[in-house]
């Protein structure tokens, strides 16, 4: 059992009002003796036993766009009753698509595949959400229909970038920009992705509005140069973002909605000239639609994989935010464990970490040592190495 540091014992036992009802829980692990990271959490109608989330983590090995059954596994691994796990970045549509072997949701073939990978994850007491995703320009003519050109909020192209393992490097032809009647077809996209994410099982999704994807390209002021009503103001670039919002909303319910956005990275040539404000503009536009949870990445994410010194912090928007919040990136467990007691977060995602430790809530549990992570096998096609062959702690010599 691992200590509570003095410091979270100063912030469970401050009179700061700021602190929400969560705070009760908080002192009582407290005297128990419990991690602020392993005590329960409620995100309405989910019953969360600890804080410590599974991020999306693409891994490309659902050969053909089918999920796989040795997803079943590796997500099993990674399930602990009452944990919350957020699926694998899973493509909206045959023109979502941007790199080799990612899932897709779009076809019946897809969403029965799922099916086994969603009940392995339930059997064990999971909560399981599928993250929706479009890549838009963040691709090429390779992985089209009929070799067409990608879409974006933009026609502005893309140089090659290097893969969050760096060591991968990308490349991409021209995107074509959407007409204004063409972008309710793609908002629709996402909300029937939805409700086949429901109909695989899943318990929500989470809409992939992060990293330089298509979402991100309508948000973001580097990439979006449009003049009609999704370009220009900030209202006008987050329309899009909000009605994929809306359409899943009603499709499936608010209570089952979560949206991650990086409002900071500028992976993927995607910055925007005033991120905080970006940041704030969205925690604030959802609390209309009352989603289930917003998830932000950490101004110290550049990109999608490697940690940077920032200034910024997510708290104006974890304040602003009514929902349940979930932070992301380059966090360890005392990191984490801080970010909770100091109510800077409810949820704690976790990328790399998890990756590599199946058992993750377990090991920080017993303060035990941490496998690391082999970036060369992030993106490999292989079934099993880099995937679910990470030791848990029993069989870690
Ligand atoms: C191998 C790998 C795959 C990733 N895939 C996704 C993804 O599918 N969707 C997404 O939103 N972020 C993705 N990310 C970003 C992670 O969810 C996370 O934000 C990032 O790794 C930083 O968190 P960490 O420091 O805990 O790893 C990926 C990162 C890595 C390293």
């Not at 100063?10 to 419990?34: P, R």
């Not at 995602?349 to 992030?378: I, Q, S, V």
């Amino acid at each position: 059992m691992v200590h509570i540091t003095s410091r979270w014992v100063s912030v469970l036992f401050s009179k700061d009002k700021s602190l929400n009802q969560d705070h009760a829980v908080l002192q009582m692990a407290f005297k128990e003796g419990q991690l602020p990271l392993l005590t329960p959490y409620k995100m309405r109608q989910f019953e969360l036993s600890h804080r410590v989330v599974l991020a999306p983590l693409t891994r490309q090995r659902s050969y053909g766009n089918i999920p796989q059954p040795h997803a079943i596994l590796y997500y099993s691994q990674r399930t602990t009753k009452g944990g919350f796990l957020i699926s694998e970045a899973t493509c909206v549509s045959e023109t979502a698509r941007g790199y080799l072997d990612t899932p897709g949701i779009w076809t019946k073939e897809q969403v029965e595949a799922w099916k086994p990978i969603v009940d392995a994850v339930h059997a064990k007491g999971g909560i399981f959400f599928c993250q929706l995703w479009h890549a838009g320009r963040v691709s090429n003519t390779g992985f089209q229909p009929n070799g067409q050109a990608p879409i974006s909020s933009t026609d502005k192209g893309l140089s090659n970038q290097v893969q969050s393992n760096d060591i991968d490097v990308a490349q991409f032809t021209p995107p074509r920009k959407l007409t204004t009647q063409e972008i309710p077809l793609v908002v629709d996209d996402f909300r029937v992705a939805a409700r086949n994410a429901i109909e695989a099982g899943f318990d929500g999704v989470e809409i992939h509005g992060a990293h330089g994807y298509l979402v991100d390209q309508f948000m973001k002021d580097e990439v979006n140069d449009r003049t009609d009503e999704y370009g220009g103001s900030l209202e006008n670039r987050c329309r899009f973002a909000l009605e994929i919002v809306d359409g899943i909303v009603k499709e499936i319910g608010a209570d089952r909605v979560g949206l991650r956005l990086s409002p900071f990275a500028n992976y993927m040539e995607s910055g925007d000239s005033n991120p905080k404000a970006l940041g704030l503009y969205m925690a604030e536009s959802l609390n209309k639609y009352k989603i289930l949870y917003c998830h932000m990445v950490e101004p110290r994410m550049k990109t999608a994989g490697e940690k940077f010194y920032s200034p910024h912090s997510l708290v104006p928007m974890r304040k602003a935010f009514k929902g349940t919040f979930i932070s992301a990136g380059g966090y360890d467990m005392e990191d984490g464990n801080n970010a909770v007691a100091e109510n800077r977060t409810d949820l704690v995602a976790y990328g790399r970490l998890f990756l590599a430790n199946p058992d993750l809530p377990k090991r920080f549990e017993l303060n035990a040592p941490l496998n690391k992570y082999n970036r060369e096998t992030f993106y490999t096609p292989d079934p099993v190495l880099g995937y679910t062959d990470y030791p848990f702690l029993e069989t870690t010599s």
